[in-house]
C-alpha cells in the first residue's frame, strides 16, 4: 500500500453553492428545490457540458466541477452568472437562487470519479469568499486569463483561509445581477442637456466590516468632487446610496437616476495602504469606458480621490477643461486622525437614531478637537443639532441654539468656498436660530460653488416657505428631486410641492 502510486493531475476546479439556501428552504422547501432543478437543467448543466467540464459531484446545494481548460471554467461560470442574472430579473429579492462561485487552477488527486487535494480546497474556499451572484478566483487562474477574457478582476489581497498553511491572493469578478426586484414600470428619466454621472457606493474590500465607514466616506468624497465641476449633472448621495448592498444591472440604475455614466468600484484599506478600483460604464449601453486602480499611502488619500474624479472628466468629457477640478481640488484636513473621526461621524449620521446622532455629535466635536480649522465636522455638528430639533429630542433650548449659531458660524468662516459647509450653516441659523434671511444667503452661495448639491436645494426650498417665497420654493424643490430622485426625503420634497402649487 506504501509503494501504490497517487494518480494526479493539473486541473481548473470549480467549487459552487447557493447563497443563503437553508434560508430558502425553511422559507419554500419543494418551490426552492423545484427552482434549483430548473436553474440546473435549463442553465447550469449545459453551460458545463458546453465548455467540456465534468461534474465531480453535488451536495445539495452545491456542486463540484473539475475543466480540463481554466479558460473554459472562467467562462462557463461567467456565463451561469450572467444567465442567473437574467433568470433572476423578475424574481423577487427573498425567492433568487443566486450561486456563490470559487475556481482555482492547481494538481489534483484523482480516486476512481472523485477529487481531492489543495487545488479543491482552495476553490472551495475561494467559493465561500464569492457575494451572491459574485466570482473569485486565485491568482494564477487571474493571470492565465487575464488577457484571454474581456473581464475586469478587483484585487481582494492574500487571505488566510481554513486548512491552508500559505494565504491565497483572491481576485474577484463583480456579480452582473441586479439587486432591484423587477424593472422599474417608471419612465425613464429624461437625461440632462450636459454629461450625467452617478456614483454608486463601493465595495469595502478590507475584509473588515467596520472599514466600511471609510468606503463609504471615499464615495462621498468623489460624489462631492464631481458635483463641483458645472459641466457635470451629478447624482446625490442620497440616492446613489439607495443601492448599497445590491449588485447592480447599470442599466436600470441609468434609467431610475436618469443619468449617462455609472461610476462603481472598491476600496481596500489596510495598515497604511489604499487601493480604489474604479470602473465607468456607459448607463444606455453597459459597455464599460474604462476601468484603473489607484494605490497610494493613507497619507496621499486626497490625491487618489482626486485622481478618480480626474479619471471620469478624462473619460466622459475630454474636451472639458481638466484644470477646473484642478481649481476644486483641495485637502479638508491635514490630519488624518481628525478626518478619520469625520468619516465615522458622517457614517453615524446616516443611521439616523437618537444613539447615532449622539455618537455622530462626539465624533464631530473630537475631529475639531484635532484640528480646530476643519470646516467640514463644525457643519455636521450642526446637521446633528437641526435633526434634534426635528424629533423632539432637545434638553437645553437655549443652550443648543446658541452652540447651533457658535459651530454655524465658525464652518461659514472656515469653510468660505465649502458648499456643504455654507448649505448646512445656513439652514441651521435659518431652522434652529431664527436667522432665515441670513440662513437663505448662505444656502444660495452654496449653490453657486456647488448647483449639483441637492441638498442645498432641498433646504433653500424650505427655507424659501418660510419666508413667503412659494414660487422659488417649488424651482428648489424639483430641481432637488431631479437630482436626487431615490432620495428618502423625496416624499417630503414631492408633497411640500403639490401643496404649494395648489395654495398659488
Known amino acids: 500500500m506504501a509503494n501504490e502510486r497517487v494518480e494526479r493531475r493539473l486541473a481548473a476546479i470549480l467549487a459552487a453553492d447557493v447563497a443563503g439556501y437553508s434560508r430558502l428552504m425553511g422559507a419554500d422547501e419543494e418551490g426552492t428545490l423545484a427552482q434549483l432543478k430548473a436553474c440546473r437543467r435549463e442553465l447550469v448543466d449545459p453551460k458545463i457540458t458546453e465548455f467540456r467540464g465534468r461534474i465531480v459531484k453535488t451536495t445539495g446545494d452545491g456542486m463540484l466541477v473539475e475543466f480540463s481548460s481554466v479558460v473554459d471554467a472562467v467562462r462557463c461560470a461567467d456565463e451561469v452568472q450572467h444567465g442567473m442574472a437574467e433568470r433572476n430579473l423578475e424574481v423577487p429579492s427573498d425567492r433568487r437562487i443566486e450561486f456563490r462561485v470559487g475556481i482555482n487552477l492547481g494538481d489534483i488527486i484523482i480516486d476512481g470519479d472523485d477529487i481531492y487535494g489543495d487545488g479543491v480546497n482552495i476553490a472551495a474556499r475561494l467559493e465561500n469568499l464569492a457575494e451572491p451572484g459574485g466570482l473569485c478566483v486565485s491568482r494564477v487562474v487571474r493571470d492565465q486569463v487575464r488577457d484571454k477574457l474581456d473581464l475586469t478582476f478587483e484585487d481582494m489581497g492574500e487571505r488566510q483561509v481554513k486548512n491552508i498553511a500559505r494565504p491565497v491572493r483572491v481576485f474577484r469578478i463583480a456579480p452582473p445581477v441586479t439587486g432591484r426586484p423587477a424593472a422599474s414600470t417608471e419612465p425613464a428619466l429624461v437625461l440632462p442637456d450636459k454629461p450625467s454621472i452617478a456614483v454608486l457606493p463601493f465595495a469595502n474590500l478590507s475584509g473588515d466590516p467596520e472599514q466600511e465607514y471609510f468606503a463609504d466616506g471615499m464615495v462621498d468624497e468623489i460624489i462631492t468632487a464631481l458635483s463641483h465641476m458645472h459641466c457635470l449633472f451629478v447624482i446625490a448621495r442620497n440616492s446613489s446610496f439607495a443601492y448599497k448592498g445590491m449588485a447592480v444591472d447599470v442599466k436600470q440604475v441609468g434609467r431610475e437616476l436618469g443619468v449617462r455614466y455609472v461610476l462603481e468600484g472598491s476600496v481596500r484599506k489596510a495598515a497604511n495602504q489604499v487601493r480604489m478600483i474604479g470602473q465607468l460604464i456607459d448607463a444606455t449601453t453597459g459597455a464599460h469606458i474604462w476601468a484603473d486602480r489607484f494605490e497610494g499611502e493613507l497619507d496621499d488619500i486626497f490625491d487618489l480621490q482626486d ?113 456643504f459647509a455654507l448649505c448646512w450653516a445656513g439652514y441651521s441659523l435659518a431652522y434652529v436660530v431664527g436667522e432665515l434671511d441670513y440662513g437663505a444667503a448662505l444656502i444660495d452661495r452654496a449653490l453657486q460653488f456647488n448647483p449639483n448639491l441637492a441638498r442645498a436645494w432641498n433646504l433653500s426650498g424650505w427655507v424659501r416657505i418660510w419666508l413667503g417665497e412659494p414660487e422659488v420654493a417649488i424651482e428648489h424643490l424639483t430641481r432637488a428631486m431631479r437630482l436626487s430622485p431615490l432620495d428618502p426625503a423625496f416624499h417630503s420634497m414631492q408633497t411640500a410641492t403639490s401643496f404649494l402649487r395648489r395654495a398659488l
Open 307 to 419: 485622481q478618480v474624479a480626474a479619471s471620469v472628466v478624462g473619460a466622459i468629457a475630454p474636451e472639458l477643461e481638466l484644470a477646473e477640478i484642478e481649481r476644486i481640488k483641495r485637502k479638508p484636513t491635514a490630519d488624518l486622525d481628525a478626518y478619520d473621526c469625520y468619516l465615522r461621524g458622517t457614517a453615524s449620521v446616516y443611521l439616523w437614531t437618537r444613539e447615532t446622532n449622539e455618537e455622530a455629535l462626539r465624533l464631530f466635536y473630537k475631529a475639531i478637537e484635532l484640528d480646530p480649522d476643519f470646516a467640514a465636522p463644525y457643519a455636521f455638528a450642526t446637521w446633528c443639532y437641526c435633526f434634534r430639533k426635528s424629533n423632539s429630542w432637545v434638553i437645553d433650548n437655549e443652550q443648543e441654539i446658541a452652540e447651533t449659531s457658535r459651530l454655524a458660524r465658525r464652518a461659514v468662516e472656515l469653510g468660505k468656498d465649502d458648499a
